[in-house]
């Protein structure tokens, strides 16, 4: 078993207008390369964590997701107002405690320290 490594990690949009804030274990859950319709062309390694876990700093848009025949809000994927860079999604209901970190904002000497496990679709819920 690989020794764990707890890291304060930072992820940063290329301008580093957005900066997001993490604890990570080197041996927490692979990150995931979700190949839905909308991950697959975001190229997003997701990280998963409760809101009050991560810190957020600076102003992004939001595109809206809608689930499957108009049902409903399905997710908020946040992108730098500056330079567009993808940073994370969140959930429409905050009562939903769960969001995804894109890792891939990680410089890659920290990105580097964690597997990655590829899903063939959705993420799991």
């Not at 930072?10 to 080197?26: D, E, G, L, P, Y």
């Not at 940073?87 to 969001?99: G, I, N």
């Amino acid at each position: 078993m690989a020794e764990s490594e707890k890291l304060s990690l930072t992820a940063t949009c290329q301008c580093k207008a957005v900066r997001i804030h993490f604890t990570r274990s080197t041996t927490d859950r692979p990150l995931n390369q979700c190949l839905c319709s909308i991950c697959g062309r975001y190229a997003a390694l997701w990280a998963y964590y409760e809101p009050s876990q991560v810190q957020i700093e600076g102003e992004t848009d939001i595109y809206v997701r809608n689930k499957p025949a108009n049902e409903g809000k399905y997710l908020e994927f946040h992108r730098c107002k500056i330079c567009g860079c993808v940073t994370h999604w969140a959930h429409p209901d905050k009562s939903v405690k769960k969001m995804g970190i894109n890792c891939r904002m990680l410089d890659r000497p920290d990105l580097e320290k964690f597997e990655i496990k590829q899903e063939d679709g959705p993420a799991p819920r």
